[in-house]
């Protein structure tokens, strides 16, 4: 079967990387291989999100780029999936003419059988349907990971919790979980194709399980903390409200958990985070911060805001600004609020003027710069575990190809090569030796590096060649809380 090219353009969150991914993989027994030039692409695939307006526009911005490629080559197929797909559903087909297929957040598995349709029998098809469980695309597990050494595991997909700013129960549908079994199974295939660190995905994971009856999510981490080959777990996202004692537990009880929490509060107003439905005070999520600190102290903790939510007074953005000051997140995402469609908070009265928002937008990340930094200042001449990725992209750039080196393979003095903390922050180094030969070995272990500087969005060091860490792939080591 002659071999086939496809593009995925990818807009949004950690939930749309993944579905890209399974999106590539389920495209492989009808011979299409991933290409990051648009020009060869026979099959185009922009995978978006409607979370906020601004990606949303990035979308039709991207298709607007499509037309003259359509016209040069009349056989390319381009097709919109995931959240503005399944918000927009036909509609999108209307105003872009060129556009073959319009598939939704639940039609990934259809989506083959659609391209084969398309094939056969030129036709534009939209597909929109939602299921209420996840249906599982066989094919994601024992595959060559090209180098990569982190992934991706969505465990459930959809939201039950309506705050009112999101669009996620709409375009995503109500929540649903993967059984453990498929999870564990699709971690061993990972680490078996050379993974080390796997994020397990969710818009709320303390909920994972619960409404099916399988286990609690900090089960499931146990579960995957006896995975051989995993170094390291990462999750996101985890509702405030919902937040455990259990789950604040897991971070002592499961040495392969990453001491990082993405914990996003939104608002530190009370009466803002009434209106957005949040479910939680600022006192009951400091509250949370204050346990999760004395069972793990050196936990990093990062956050999303939203600025200009309607009706947010100056007095409501103080006490984001306060609240910023008194947990002092190791970084956060902020953006201003955007009307989504479907959402209530679209028809709450005193919208706040975009001059506003984007000014209260910029204090607030302002403020976080400073406390970033001085956070990661803290960490000049600490010794920090790295799990390396490979080479740093100023190397990658430099050398002839990215990734992972061969075993082996003479690289350049003073290579300089990236990876991360376990509580998530970026570090390149460098050996300080000629002639490396050990790229294999490196990449996908854990070594000690000594923090020499630190910047705003990563920090430098030197490898301690004297007194390597784990330099394993077994897992189990002592980087966790
Ligand atoms: S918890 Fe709220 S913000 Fe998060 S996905 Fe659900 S509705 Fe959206």
Not at 32 to 48: G, P, R
Not at 80 to 102: F, H, M, N, S, T
Not at 300 to 328: C, H, N, Q, R, Y
């Amino acid at each position: 079967m002659k071999t086939k090219y496809l593009y995925i353009n990818t807009i949004g969150c950690q939930m749309n990387v993944y579905d890209s991914d399974q999106i590539s993989k389920s495209l492989l027994p009808l011979n299409y291989k991933a290409t990051e030039n648009l020009k060869k692409a026979d099959l185009i695939i922009v995978n978006t999100c409607a979370i906020r307006e601004k990606a949303e526009q990035k979308v039709f911005s991207f298709l607007g780029r499509l037309s003259g490629l359509k016209r040069k080559k009349p056989g390319l197929i381009i097709g919109v999936g995931g959240c503005v797909a399944q918000q927009e559903g036909k509609k999108i087909l209307e105003r872009v003419p060129y556009l073959d297929i319009v598939f939704g957040t639940h039609a990934i598995h259809r989506l083959p059988g659609i391209i084969e349709r398309i094939e056969l029998k030129k036709t534009r098809i939209v597909d929109i349907g939602m299921t209420d469980r996840i249906v599982e695309i066989e094919s994601v597990s024992n595959l060559p990971e090209n180098g990569k050494i982190s992934a991706f595991v969505t465990i459930m997909q959809g939201c039950d919790n309506f705050c009112t700013y999101c669009v996620v129960p709409y375009v995503r549908g109500r929540e649903t979980s993967r059984s453990p079994e498929k999870i564990v199974k699709e971690v061993e295939g990972l680490v078996n194709s050379g993974i080390r660190e796997v994020t397990l995905l969710g818009q709320n994971v303390n909920s994972y399980g619960k409404k099916e009856g399988l286990c609690s999510f900090p089960e499931l981490l146990a579960l995957i903390n006896e995975i051989d080959g995993i170094l390291r777990i990462r999750f996101t996202t985890s509702h405030p409200k919902d937040l455990s004692d259990d789950l604040i537990m897991a971070f002592k009880d499961n040495e392969k958990l990453c001491r990082h929490i993405h914990l996003p509060v939104q608002s530190g107003s009370d009466r803002v985070l009434k209106r957005m439905k949040r479910k939680y005070t600022r006192a009951l999520y400091l509250e949370k911060i204050d346990k999760l600190r004395n069972i793990c102290p050196d936990i990093s903790i990062t956050s999303d805001f939203i600025t200009g939510f309607p009706g947010e007074t100056k007095a409501d953005f103080k006490e984001t600004l306060d609240l910023i000051k008194t947990v002092e997140y190791e970084g956060l995402f902020a953006f201003k609020y955007s009307d989504r469609p479907n959402a209530k908070a679209t028809l709450f009265a005193q919208k706040i003027s975009d001059q506003e928002k984007k000014e209260r937008l910029k204090k607030l990340l302002d403020l976080q710069e400073i406390i970033t930094r001085k956070k990661n200042q803290a960490l000049v001449g600490s010794t920090q575990e790295i799990l390396v990725e490979g080479f740093s992209k100023k190397m990658s750039s430099a050398l002839p190809r990215a990734g992972k080196p061969k075993t082996n393979e003479s690289l350049p003095d003073n290579i300089q090569w990236t990876g991360r903390t376990s509580t998530n922050k970026i570090v390149n180094f460098n050996l300080e030796s000629s002639s490396v030969s050990c790229g294999e070995f490196f990449t996908g272990s854990i070594v000690n590096v000594k923090i020499e500087k630190a910047f705003s969005h990563s920090l430098w060091g030197k490898y301690l060649k004297l007194e390597p860490a784990t330099l394993s792939l077994k897992g189990g080591e002592s980087y966790a809380a």
